[in-house]
């Protein structure tokens, strides 16, 4: 009679045997969840116990990680770190992807620093919630003898770290995430403050100084670009990004409405890429206040002898927008956003 045909995660009958010590061992056939066969064997003092110590190892070797042809249960955490970054890499070049280039380098330095030099040569299946919580205490430990406690780094670590063992799971290589067992202490919210109109004055002073001099020295000839970005971070509420990934297409100063810059991108610095124009889904726009920004960037805009298309960039290029624009009076009425309103949208932020 040929061997029973079992179905994936059933067993045969367990055989019981008596050996010549006068122990009982036990055995039975198993069928895993992925079509293999396996024998179970467990031995015990009798008939009974040694039944069941079978039936405890069949449910072990069920719910036992497997592990997939790129990651098993042995291999090491600093593998599983690479290899999540690398695939991460690749969706970040989906149509439509669910991560971007710079995200990816940010996770990838905080696993490098602080994750992979304490947890890079242990195993998969050596990471215990008792582990991965040491990882985070020794963090905050190390910062409360720095110039930052590192509360927040403790807490980005966890989540980059959840994500390389989330993929773990996936690979069959861990059957739970012992990460998200552990606790990070919160991040103390910042006090947002706001600059006075004083205050802008004396930035925007000290920028045309610091500018002018500049003015024979070695280096780029200054052409403007530091002032320009400034005032139109001021007149319009937008990110150092966004301007500098501003077109001439996106700036709308026609007298007839609304004066409005479009925010469709922000400049982000990839590595190995460089700097790039990442754009955003969605665009918004900022208002730009009438007698600042608006009339300097048509003044500008005169004076350049029209609109040139490409990017804008904060560098010293000649085919830069913001070398266009020109200077603000000596007084602005704007509402200055504090940096910590800055993740707000565009239309948040119009100036008022």
Not at 131 to 155: H, N, P, Y
């Amino acid at each position: 009679m040929g061997k029973q045909t079992l179905k994936p995660g059933e067993h045969g009958e367990i055989f019981l045997k008596e050996t010549s010590t006068g122990s009982w061992r036990g055995r039975a056939r198993l069928r895993l969840l992925d079509g293999d066969y396996t024998s179970v064997s467990r031995s015990a003092s009798n008939r009974d116990v040694a039944r069941l110590r079978v039936q405890e190892g069949i449910t072990e070797r069920l719910n036992a990680p497997k592990g997939s042809e790129s990651l098993t249960p042995t291999s090491k955490f600093g593998l599983a770190c690479r290899e999540w970054v690398n695939e991460m890499r690749v969706r970040a070049t989906w149509p439509r992807p669910p991560i971007r280039p710079q995200t990816i380098d940010e996770y990838e330095r905080l696993l490098g620093n602080h994750a992979v030099p304490k947890l890079g040569k242990r195993r998969l299946n050596e990471l215990t919630p008792a582990v991965c919580q040491g990882l985070l205490d020794s963090i905050v430990e190390r910062g409360k003898d720095g110039k930052f406690d590192l509360v927040t780094t403790a807490s980005q670590v966890r989540s980059a770290v959840n994500q390389v063992l989330d993929r773990a799971v996936i690979h069959d290589a861990l059957r739970d995430n012992p990460m998200r067992k552990t606790k990070a202490p919160a991040p103390q919210k910042p006090d947002p403050k706001a600059l006075t109109v004083t205050d802008v004055y004396r930035l925007r002073a000290a920028v045309r100084a610091w500018e002018e001099d500049r003015r024979g020295k070695p280096g780029p000839k200054p052409r403007g670009h530091l002032p320009a970005a400034v005032d139109l971070m001021l007149g319009t509420g937008m990110r150092i990004g966004e301007v500098m990934a501003l077109q001439w297409g996106a700036v709308n100063l026609s007298p007839d409405g609304l004066p409005t810059v479009a925010v469709e991108a922000t400049m982000v610095d990839i590595k190995g890429a460089g700097d790039d124009r990442d754009r955003r889904g969605g665009g918004q726009e900022c208002c730009v206040r009438e007698g600042g920004a608006c009339a300097c960037g048509r003044a500008r805009e005169r004076r350049g002898g029209g609109r040139r298309s490409g990017r804008v960039r904060l560098v010293a290029r000649a085919s830069s927008l913001l070398a266009r624009w020109c200077q603000f009076g000596t007084t602005v009425s704007v509402r200055v956003v504090p940096s910590i309103e800055l993740g707000r949208s565009a239309r948040e932020r119009d100036v008022t």
